[in-house]
T-cell receptor, first 112, second 119 residues
Framework: GNSVTQMEGPVTLSEEAFLTINCTYT??????LFWYVQYPGEGLQLLLK?????DKGSNKGFEATYRKETTSFHLEKGSVQVSDSAVYFC???????????FGRGTQLTVWP | DVKVTQSSRYLVKRTGEKVFLECVQD?????MFWYRQDPGLGLRLIYF???????EKGDIPEGYSVSREKKERFSLILESASTNQTSMYLC??????????????????FGPGTRLTVL
């Protein structure tokens, strides 16, 4: 079946540190991959996406590369800020109906 | 911008009550979804709908039902609320198949969530 596994949190970093949140997936065929972010008290927002192998999604300094050979889509940022503190969800979609399969989320806290 | 709104941010109900959670989207999206979010479990799909009056069960439909009488509105119904349904409920919508920004990528747009407490 379709599933997403992401690293468990919480992750705590100092401002300007390098961030990696690991995400691997199981799916048949060629899924689309997403990272969503949820700021405190809010719903989820799309952070970035990639639709085919070797695509790199990027937004707000975050990047993730769709690696089919390792079935991974790790999220990275070179220098985190306090405002990046949020919960990050990795997700995949295999259907044109738009159904998403989510990982369990990773809580990130950035200290000044 | 796509806007997905949910009728309440916070709701407190008693065990056994019938509860309605409403979701409205303003972008003419075909697909709508209801999730619940619990710590350590992430988002779990309850029901989704790909057209008016159509519905499909998600991963955890037990104890819930849905209604989609109009394209823009998708309601989640707890027929008899129980304490284990205390959770954050998130609604989302996405474009259907076809051309246009976002459709090909199945991007979902989320509402702010309703935090439901059942006492």
């Amino acid at each position: 079946g379709n599933s997403v596994t992401q690293m468990e949190g919480p992750v705590t970093l100092s401002e300007e540190a390098f961030l990696t949140i690991n995400c691997t997936y199981t799916a048949t065929g060629y899924p689309s991959l997403f990272w969503y972010v949820q700021y405190p008290g809010e719903g989820l927002q799309l952070l970035l996406k990639a639709t085919k192998a070797d695509d790199k999604g990027s937004n707000k300094g975050f990047e993730a590369t769709y690696r089919k050979e390792t079935t991974s889509f790790h999220l990275e940022k070179g220098s985190v800020q306090v405002s990046d503190s949020a919960v990050y969800f990795c997700a995949l979609s295999r259907s044109t109906l738009g159904r998403l399969y989510f990982g369990r989320g990773t809580q990130l806290t950035v200290w000044p | 911008d796509v806007k997905v709104t949910q009728s309440s941010r916070y709701l407190v109900k008693r065990t056994g009550e019938k509860v309605f959670l409403e979701c409205v989207q303003d972008m003419d999206h075909e697909n709508m979804f209801w999730y619940r979010q619990d710590p350590g479990l992430g988002l779990r799909l309850i029901y989704f709908s790909y057209d008016v009056k159509m519905k499909e069960k998600g991963d955890i439909p037990e104890g819930y039902s849905v209604s989609r009488e109009k394209k823009e509105r998708f309601s989640l119904i707890l027929e008899s609320a129980s304490t284990n349904q205390t959770s954050m409920y998130l609604c989302a919508s996405s474009p259907g198949t076809g051309s246009g920004s976002g459709r090909r990528y199945n991007e979902q747009f989320f509402g702010p969530g309703t935090r439901l407490t059942v006492l």
